[in-house]
């Protein structure tokens, strides 16, 4: 997708292992944001942030932790990774909160 | 959850039919937001209309709002196979600064 990009696209991890999953954008947008999309749940908000070092819990924010030391990348890091957290997690971007967003492609993790 | 929930959950149609769902919401909202969902990839927007608006369109959609009912739909004229995918809604609800996003429709239009 056109100015954010995620990495890794896949990711297979065994259970207590750390993961970071990385976003990064070109956009120059204030606002990212990290999404889980789980069959039944639609997309919950995991953690966002609205500036360097400025971020803030969402929704399904236990076991997940972030960081965005640039403007342009905002990395999500699973500390001890579980089977509950084997998901698709989306990366999005917005100039103001309530902005259309821009997503990226998603990361595909499985948790074993 | 504040999680929007749209209706249905699934549709099937033919090439060429319309094709309409519905998203309702709990709270107060400043606008409403349609994405689109191919097999695979990220959502991508499609639509936003804005609390003091009750219908706006764009190309073959249509989308529509009633605030007194917290409830929005969003129409698809003359549906094409490539318009198969999976339609969210997502809300700013009590303006907060992150969209909450209902659970999808999954549309199938048969050639």
């Known amino acids: 997708d056109a100015g954010i990009t995620q990495s890794p696209r896949h990711k297979v991890t065994e259970t207590g292992t750390p993961v970071t999953l990385r976003c990064h954008q070109t956009?120059?947008?204030?606002?990212m944001y990290w999404y889980r999309q789980d069959p039944g749940h639609g997309l919950r908000l995991i953690h966002y942030?609205?500036?360097?070092?400025?971020?803030d819990k969402g929704e399904v924010s236990d076991g997940y932790s972030v960081s965005r030391s640039k403007t342009e990348d905002f990395l999500l890091t699973l500390e001890s990774a579980t089977s509950s957290q084997t998901s698709v997690y989306f990366c999005?971007?917005?100039?103001?909160?309530?902005?259309?967003?821009?997503f990226g492609s998603g990361t595909r993790l499985t948790v074993v | 959850s504040q999680q929007g929930e749209e209706d249905p959950q699934a549709l099937s149609i033919q090439e060429g039919e319309n094709a309409t769902m519905n998203c309702s919401y709990k709270t107060s909202i400043n606008n409403l937001q349609w994405y689109r969902q191919n097999s695979g990839r990220g959502l991508v927007h499609l639509i936003l209309?804005?609390?003091?608006?009750r219908e706006k369109h764009s190309g073959r959609l249509r989308v529509t709002l009633d605030t007194s009912k917290k409830s929005s739909s969003l129409l698809i004229t003359a549906s094409r196979a490539a318009d198969t995918a999976s339609y969210f809604c997502?809300?700013?609800?009590?303006?907060?600064?992150?969209?909450?996003f209902g659970t999808g429709t999954r549309l199938t239009v048969i050639p």
């Open positions: 997502a809300t700013d609800e009590n303006g907060a600064n992150n969209l909450f």
């Open positions: 999005a971007i917005s100039d103001l909160p309530a902005d259309p967003y821009t």
């Open positions: 956009e120059n947008h204030r606002y």
């Open positions: 209309i804005r609390s003091n608006e």
């Open positions: 942030s609205y500036g360097v070092k400025d971020t």
